[in-house]
């Protein structure tokens, strides 16, 4: 069965008409046309007069950690998502169930622009049955083309991309919501994404100065706050712990951030203190809820995208009780813009939820590509 999930930001100004590819015709190209072949990659051509092929590169985990640092992508975020919100084209997002509990997703998105002549498809499976072999229950590959020419251009881990796309994102939006002067993240969960999120809270709010990290498994939180602290992450000083007490904790932090597959909320509202920051990404069906509704009523509400008003179990079951209402939450674009007030005051509490979008990882896959054909 095929289901379609309405993937769209209105504040990008994506519809799902804007976003079909007209008929085309393919035509035989004259013999007199001649093609070049080069050898190593370059920036896709936007020029009508000639026709380059480009050999595919095949991006390592490596390469992508060299390239991709979280206070750059932050940074590119903050500068390329407004900009680009007149080219960009993102369909609806297609999920196919491969069995009762796993899937596969397609999620593409181009533009034509000089300065965004890309077309990018992650493909994402989600076993989650896998933890019970020890191995990941997300797998995902990203493949960028050129929208001048259709040609690949690179092919690279999806998962990876999507660890730094996501925190980043969260990222962005702590820096914009989260008060100046934060001290505290808790960080709810301990699994891929949780290492990734502390970075990009700690390169967004350089205040931070304590860490506390709370998983089911105490001794994945105890093993992550270990290494973050071997690995002297963050500005100097910063102190890494793991706390088996969540309730307790909640209250303690400054910002709050959650990567959790939780069916049952986690956060109490009650336990926010006044000025907190909360960001949420695990949840992304109806059925997940990372906090309750107490957390959703004491905050201010924004979303990365239109797709989360319809995804996110936090959101969905809150305007069904009457919570809160959909047109009183607001766009993490529209907050770039300005067109959207952040923070009004330091005893607001805000609250962050994301469920990604193929936008971001258009963005992050251009920031790896054109870097890394720059230092060729």
């Known amino acids: 069965m095929v289901k379609q999930h309405r993937f769209l930001d209105k504040s990008l100004g994506l519809s799902p008409f804007n976003s079909r590819i007209p008929n085309f015709q393919l035509l035989p190209l004259p013999h007199q046309t001649s093609i070049a072949l080069i050898s190593m990659a370059s920036k896709p051509n936007t020029s009508n007069n000639s026709a380059i092929i480009t050999s595919p590169m095949f991006l390592t985990n490596e390469s992508l950690h060299s390239i991709l640092a979280h206070d750059s992508l932050i940074q590119h975020f903050h500068t390329y998502l407004p900009t680009t919100s007149s080219t960009l084209h993102t369909p609806i997002r297609q999920s196919y169930d491969l069995s009762q509990s796993s899937s596969l997703l397609l999620m593409p998105s181009w533009s034509s622009t000089p300065s965004l002549p890309y077309i990018g498809v992650k493909l994402v499976t989600y076993f989650p049955q896998n933890s019970a072999l020890n191995l990941p229950g997300i797998h995902a590959s990203y493949v960028l083309f050129s929208s001048t020419t259709g040609q ?42 949780a290492p990734h999120l502390i970075k990009a809270h700690l390169a967004a709010r350089p205040s931070l100065q304590r860490v506390i990290i709370w998983n089911r498994t105490i001794k994945k939180a105890a093993d992550l706050a270990e290494k973050l602290n071997k690995d002297c992450i963050g500005n100097a000083g910063v102190r890494f712990e793991s706390n088996g007490n969540l309730e307790e904790i909640i209250g303690l932090g400054d910002i709050v951030s959650c990567a959790t597959n939780a069916d049952a909320p986690l956060v109490k509202g009650e336990k926010l203190k006044q000025g907190a920051h909360l960001d949420m990404v695990g949840s992304f069906k109806e059925t997940m809820r990372e906090c309750d509704d107490e957390a959703i009523r004491r905050g201010r509400v924004f979303v990365d995208n ?66 890394y054909i720059k230092d060729k």
């Open 306 to 371: 239109e797709a989360a008003l319809v995804e996110a179990g936090e959101l969905v079951g809150a305007f069904e009780r009457g919570v809160t209402k959909k047109e009183d939450v607001g766009f993490l674009v529209e907050l770039i813009k300005g067109e959207q007030v952040g923070r009004k005051s330091s005893e607001e509490i805000t609250v962050f939820k994301s469920v990604g979008s193929a936008v971001v990882d258009l963005l992050a896959a251009q920031l790896v590509y054109e870097s």
């Open 152 to 193: 690949t251009l690179a092919s690279m881990d999806g998962t990876v991309l999507t660890l730094y796309r996501t925190s980043c994102v969260s990222g962005l939006a702590s820096k914009i919501l989260a008060r100046n002067d934060s001290i505290v993240l808790v960080m709810v969960g301990a699994g891929a994404l």
